[in-house]
């Protein structure tokens, strides 16, 4: 059985989705906090910081501060690189 979305999860879904739309996937799963892993090609050449940096001006544009406590970890990667995180299809 699939895991109810909050609000939160959501509304992050739709933004990071809005940023890196199809063949691009975002993976999100909330326990104690929210992580996920973003796999697109629109990483490919980009350094690890930059990529988070990428990933930390949507969440600063799209979520309340109080929002953006609640996410503990996105990581961005390429299709090549992207086996291994959060793998597991729904």
């Known amino acids: 059985m699939a895991a109810v979305k909050t609000p939160l999860l959501r509304k992050l879904e739709k933004a ?3 940023r890196f739309p199809s063949p691009a996937t ?3 799963e909330e ?3 929210i992580i996920g892993v973003i796999t697109s090609p629109s990483f490919a050449g980009m ?3 930059d990529r988070q940096n990428l990933i930390g001006d949507i969440l600063a544009s799209s979520l309340t501060a109080a929002e953006r406590r609640r ?3 996105i ?3 390429t299709p090549d690189e992207g086996t291994g995180y959060l793998a597991i299809d729904e």
């Open 75 to 77: 990581v961005g990667v």
């Open 47 to 49: 350094e690890t910081i």
């Open 26 to 28: 975002v993976k999100l």
């Open 71 to 73: 996410v503990q970890v």
């Open 31 to 33: 326990h104690d906090g």
């Open 16 to 18: 990071l989705t809005k």
